[in-house]
């Protein structure tokens, strides 16, 4: 566990900010969640700093993450609004100077998946309330999903965002569910009584929209899309119901449209746990019970990511359906997952397949167009048929092994 150890003394002006001593390359920029806003509780970050007392500093806060950089031993000061100056050298000998309130440090892997939030962009935040969320929220743009207009939403505490009502279910229900229509990157029971903090807010400043713009060229570059609108939820560092651990979660859901097409991208930074202890879970651990569901579902129509609802749910934060670890991005007006096929509400990779029946009778593979092609072709002599999530598959007869 890397010791990074809290130098108040380093520390200039008033801004109550920890100095510390660090040995790993880690980028300091407030244009993430700046504050961890909590006066009075202590909070155990990731890579083994212990922050307690923030009452004395005012509840303003460096938090300190592990790097997933080894490669230098300086901290590197980025900040695009002058919000923090200086630079830390490896032995923590300079002081950081803050400029305003607001300081994060991330790591840099981080920093490339999810988009910026925080107060310092202006973000409000939810309710800190057990299954808490926001009242009805007017956005400025349509927002097309699954062919259904809307103008309005709710951010919902449990890792949802939901049209028409609140969603305040705490255990997910599988995919379809009737009635509901939400859109949920990490659906579980979260509850930011016990830590963290849920942002939200509508974006249409040209930084944001350039980059949703640029992201979409880069994986999409046929699709020319030029985003006109955004509305960010960012779930930071949300501890689980009944949680007796320091185990968070961080995720985000970006809705954005060009006033034609209707994007969802999800955003996954560190997931560390999957279920709450009213679902089942383990207090030490948040894992077990009923586990985390990730997709969407309105009425006649739903889609889970693989490994939703399943022990493996916390591998989303290292797969995509476009090629960068812990990113999905859908099309939702028209519902299409680019990257791979649609086949029963499941996603498969091109190039995929598997058999519809318990018997293996059928054969469906996932083509390069998007479509699915389902022929009659049972598995090969030797072969047995074998459950495979919602499908089969075959494999070598475990017996002839």
């Known amino acids: 566990m890397i010791d990074y150890k809290a130098n108040r003394s ?108 925080g107060l310092a962009h202006k973000d409000q935040t939810t309710t800190v309330e057990d299954d808490g969320g926001t009242d009805k929220i007017h956005i400025r743009n349509t927002f097309k999903y699954f062919g259904v207009n809307h103008r309005y939403l709710y951010v919902n505490n449990n890792g949802g965002i939901s049209f028409n009502e609140p969603v305040t279910q705490y255990t997910p229900d599988a995919f379809p569910i009737p009635g509901i229509s939400i859109i949920a990157p990490y659906w579980a029971d979260v509850d930011n009584e016990l830590g963290g903090m849920v942002y939200y807010s509508e974006r249409v400043d040209d930084f944001t929209l350039d980059r949703i713009t640029d992201d979409m060229k880069r994986y999409f570059p046929d699709l020319h899309f030029k985003a006109v609108w955004s509305f960010i939820v960012t779930w930071d560092e949300v501890a689980f119901y009944g949680s007796e651990s320091d185990k968070v979660n961080t995720f985000q859901a970006v809705l954005t449209t060009d006033n034609h097409r209707s994007i969802v991208i999800f955003n996954y930074g560190d997931l560390q746990w999957t279920t709450g202890t009213a679902s089942g879970g383990d207090p030490k651990t948040g894992l077990g019970g009923t586990t985390a569901q990730a997709g969407f579902n309105t009425d006649g129509h739903h889609f889970s990511i693989p490994s939703s609802r399943t022990d493996h749910v916390l591998n989303i934060k290292s797969s995509s359906n476009v090629g960068t670890p812990g990113r999905w991005i859908f099309q939702v007006d028209d519902f299409k997952v680019p990257g791979g096929c649609v086949f029963e509400a499941s996603f498969m990779q091109f190039g995929q397949s598997v058999w519809k029946d318990e018997e293996c009778k059928s054969k469906c593979t996932c083509r390069h167009d998007g479509k699915m092609d389902c022929d009659p072709l049972p598995c090969a002599e030797g072969l047995v048929c074998v459950p495979a999530g919602r499908h089969f598959m075959c494999q070598i007869d475990e017996e002839d092994c």
């Open 10 to 117: 380093a520390v200039r002006g008033t801004s109550g900010v920890h100095g510390y001593q660090g040995r790993e390359n880690l980028m300091i920029g407030s244009n993430q969640r700046d504050i961890y806003q909590r006066p009075r509780r202590s909070y155990r970050g990731r890579g083994g700093i212990d922050l307690a007392d923030m009452g004395r500093w005012n509840g303003l806060i460096l938090l300190l993450l592990a790097s997933t950089s080894s490669s230098s031993e300086n901290l590197v000061v980025a900040s695009s609004e002058k919000l923090v100056v200086g630079m830390l050298g490896k032995e923590g000998g300079e002081a950081l100077e803050v400029n305003g309130p607001i300081v994060r440090i991330l790591p840099q892997s981080q920093e490339s998946i999810l988009y910026p939030y």
